[in-house]
């Protein structure tokens, strides 16, 4: 199980010209801006899970992203991961 972004369409103000997600999101072509409903959507086979897009959402004061588990077979799940801290994956 691992985090990927997911955005709250309701709360997304990329219709008024926000896309700091989309500008500081490191991985290419990962978030997006959906032009029918025109909110941000995120690509979640590419979402690496780096929270970057959430840190810049909130510092905007939107809070329109947030992180929500995936199951080993890429199925989104009802809770949150727990987040591996920095570094925890490499100790011993």
Do not use: F, W
């Not at 995120?42 to 947030?66: F, T």
């Amino acid at each position: 199980m691992y985090n990927v972004a997911q955005v709250i369409d309701e709360k997304c103000v990329a219709k008024k010209g926000c896309r700091l997600c989309i500008m500081y999101c490191p991985e290419a072509n990962c978030l997006d801006l959906n032009p029918s409903k025109m909110v941000a959507e995120v690509m979640i086979d590419r979402c690496k899970g780096c929270e970057l897009c959430v840190v810049v959402c909130d510092a905007a004061k939107h809070n329109a992203i947030s992180m929500q588990a995936v199951s080993a077979t890429g199925q989104l799940m009802s809770n949150k991961g727990e987040s591996a801290a920095l570094g925890q994956a490499y100790q011993g």
